[in-house]
């Protein structure tokens, strides 16, 4: 796997709705679907159909700014090398406090537009907007990567040596925590705006056992064990780390650029980042299908059935981790 080593990714297979099928439920524009800066209204609550079926984008990058992209082969729609335009990057909030950033697209050559979340929604849910931009330089879609590290993160090989995550290639060691020592099999790479929903979450030096600020994607999930008060009823948590945030211990760093680097095993891996447990990248056809075709075949060949399951343990959601919640866990790291 040599050639794809710490690449950034020449193209990327996203899943998007058409826009007719997430539409206003209730607000000013009542009836109409989501669209550009200009034809949305803040507070308005929108709602995705009961049928709706996402689309697959194949999406390269061009070399001559952020904004756009041009479609690749196995898109659903148009053709490879149409261009796609990002016009607008929404902010919808769920009832239950998530916020989901939604970049709009617009395809030229069909004359529609396509919504792009970035975290899962789902049929029948509200989602009320509650900020919307126009202005969105920096973000790629062919950026979007699903766990990973930023750039400086140490990894503990066997022996528990730390290696930075970028100096690791295909067939190094790594310790596990379930498996013992186990090779990398394939590493991801992307370079982008740290603003909105890909701004990191920074994780102080301390707060969970940390060696040092840990600084990872909003999605990637950390592992807890749980010695004494059990939430979710288990002692091992799977925890977004977006859902740490507290502004305090816990805080996302907008602003800059963020190197993020994710690891793929043969399993789905607990492995151990500045000294705690966290995830790998888990393969199956849903992760899969946002990387490039060429990346995603070879996965593919690598990982038969593409059966990896989530590690044991409960993931805990945002319901679950009120304030009260994330200080069973979380230590307020030392005065330097």
Request: glycine share 8%; proline share 7%; aromatic share 6%.
């Amino acid at each position: 796997m040599a050639k794809n080593e710490q690449t950034s990714l020449p193209a990327h297979v996203v899943q998007a709705y058409e826009a007719t099928v997430f539409r206003v439920a209730s607000g000013a524009n009542l009836g109409d679907p989501i669209a550009e800066v200009g034809l949305c209204e803040p507070g308005d609550v929108y709602r995705l159909v009961h049928d709706a079926r996402p689309v697959t984008l194949a999406l390269h990058a061009t070399s001559d700014g952020t904004r756009h992209q041009t479609l690749a082969h196995g898109t659903e729609i148009g053709r490879a090398g149409e261009p796609v335009e990002l016009i607008s990057l929404l902010t919808l909030m769920a009832a239950d406090g998530d916020r989901v950033e939604t970049l709009i697209l617009h395809h030229p050559a069909s004359g529609r537009d396509f919504a792009l979340p970035l975290s899962p929604i789902a049929p029948r849910t509200d989602y009320t907007l509650i900020d919307l931009r126009e202005a969105i330089d920096g973000v790629r879609i062919a950026d979007i990567v699903c766990s990973a590290f930023a750039a400086g993160t140490m990894i503990t090989l066997p022996g528990g040596e730390p290696r930075q995550i970028e100096a690791l290639a295909p067939g190094d060691m790594v310790l596990t925590r379930d498996r013992g020592p186990q090779p990398v099999r394939w590493i991801g790479k992307a370079t982008l705006r740290a603003v909105g929903g890909f701004a990191p979450v920074v994780i102080a030096s301390g707060a969970l056992g940390n060696s040092s600020d840990l600084v990872v994607s909003p999605h990637h999930r950390i592992f807890i064990y749980q010695r004494r008060r059990r939430i979710g009823g288990t002692a091992e948590l799977l925890v977004q780390a977006r859902h740490l945030v507290d502004g305090d211990i816990v805080t996302r760093r907008e602003g800059g650029f963020v190197d993020y680097h994710s690891l793929v095993f043969d399993h789905h891996e607990v492995i151990y980042a500045e000294g705690i447990p966290a995830e790998s990248q888990m393969v199956n056809e849903a992760t899969v299908s946002q990387l490039p075709p060429d990346l995603a075949e070879e996965v593919r060949a690598r990982f038969p059935g593409l059966s990896q399951v989530q590690h044991f343990g409960t993931e805990a959601g945002r319901e679950l981790l009120d304030e009260a919640a994330r200080a069973t866990f979380l230590r307020r790291p030392p005065a330097r």
